[in-house]
């Protein structure tokens, strides 16, 4: 008996470690959803079909092939699709299409396909090979993310549109209460009587122009969202501004019985300021100290010159903070 021994331990490294690789690429293509096929362009039939591949079109017999392929495609889908593969087989170029699919349960999904042509170059046979993925999950969520952005944008105008006219409307009615308020203040039909009055219309007057500001703001609502609205910055006095803004929510202090009380400094100086927003920020602060301020508590305002010659504002809720 003659024989030999051969050392293959190197050789079946390589082919385990081959096999490995292979079984890492098969899990890997699995995990993103991906289908792996060949195509003989001397036959015209699939010579490869992985397992992924046949169960994306909903083929577990096995019997997948090229007319099975054509037939799942969506009948709208279908002139399409079979268009762009037979330009790339023409062409001998990369390939890759989207296209519905109808799966024998009925189910419609939406599959990405892209395969790339490589010729024989030792006399056998060109092919192509390529991948399939069902891409009808991200795609819904596209489409929803798509009507979620339109029906926000919708909203959004609808909101602006009405603000506006909501606005248009109230103006109407504001500048009539202006008007007459203006009227009665300049005693243009006689003396109205009581000097209390004349106090009071200046008060309605005031408060009917701040009112019309804040609506003029509202009319500029696309400039505040776009970060665009200017400011229209003069010289205020701060002391009758202040009062002006105690005027509006004293009755409402006085319904609460809060005392409502300020101490203004005489050596207070101007400041530089959109006087319309300066009320609006007052106001509000005013507002919350009223409406936070226990009832029959005292909520106070004192404005005084501070040592940089800048002016402070100090508002204490309740009294006893």
């Given amino acids: 008996?003659?024989?030999?021994?051969?050392?293959?331990?190197?050789?079946?490294?390589v082919e385990e470690a081959s096999r490995e690789r292979q079984a890492l690429l098969a899990q890997a293509a699995e995990i993103a959803g991906l289908g792996q096929w060949a195509w003989s362009v001397a036959d015209g039939e699939l010579t490869v079909v992985t397992e992924q591949e046949a169960n994306i079109f909903g083929d577990t017999g096995g019997s997948f092939s090229y007319?099975?392929?054509?037939?799942?495609?969506?009948?709208?889908?279908?002139e399409r699709a079979n268009g762009e593969w037979n330009e790339a087989l023409a062409a001998r170029r990369s390939y890759q299409s989207e296209f519905r699919i109808i799966r024998p349960d009925g189910e419609v999904r939406i599959i990405r396909e892209v395969g790339e042509f490589l010729p024989d170059r030792d006399g056998g046979e060109d092919r192509f090979i390529g991948t399939s993925q069902d891409n009808t999950k991200r795609k819904l969520a596209e489409q929803a993310m798509r009507q979620a952005i339109e029906a926000a944008d919708y909203a959004n105008r609808a909101k602006s549109e009405f603000l506006a006219n909501i606005s248009r409307e109230l103006?109407?009615?504001?500048?009539?209460?202006?008007?007459?308020?203006?009227?009665?203040?300049?005693?243009?039909?006689?003396p109205v009587g009581d000097g209390k009055y004349l106090e009071y219309i200046r008060d309605i007057h005031d408060a009917g122009s701040?009112?019309?500001?804040?609506?003029?703001?509202?009319?500029?609502?696309s400039k505040i969202e776009a970060g665009k609205?200017?400011?229209?910055?003069?010289s205020v006095g701060v002391g009758e501004t202040v009062r002006s803004c105690v005027t509006l929510v004293r009755p409402r202090a006085a319904e609460s019985h809060i005392s409502l009380t300020t101490r203004i400094a005489t050596t207070l100086p101007a400041l530089n300021a959109d006087e319309r927003k300066l009320k609006q920020i007052l106001i509000n602060l005013l507002s919350n100290a009223t409406k936070f301020t226990p009832s029959g508590a005292r909520s106070r305002s004192?404005?005084?010159?501070?040592a940089?010659?800048?002016?402070?504002?100090?508002l204490a809720t309740p009294a006893s903070a």
């Fill in 229 to 234: 609205l200017e400011l229209d910055e003069t």
């Fill in 171 to 190: 103006r109407t009615p504001l500048n009539a209460i202006m008007g007459f308020s203006e009227m009665i203040g300049s005693e243009v039909y006689g």
């Fill in 308 to 314: 940089t010659a800048a002016s402070r504002l100090w």
């Fill in 1 to 13: 008996m003659v024989g030999t021994l051969q050392d293959i331990t190197e050789r079946k490294l």
């Fill in 210 to 221: 701040h009112l019309l500001g804040i609506i003029t703001d509202v009319l500029d609502l």
């Fill in 67 to 78: 007319d099975v392929w054509r037939e799942r495609i969506h009948p709208d889908d279908r």
């Fill in 302 to 306: 004192m404005l005084a010159p501070a």
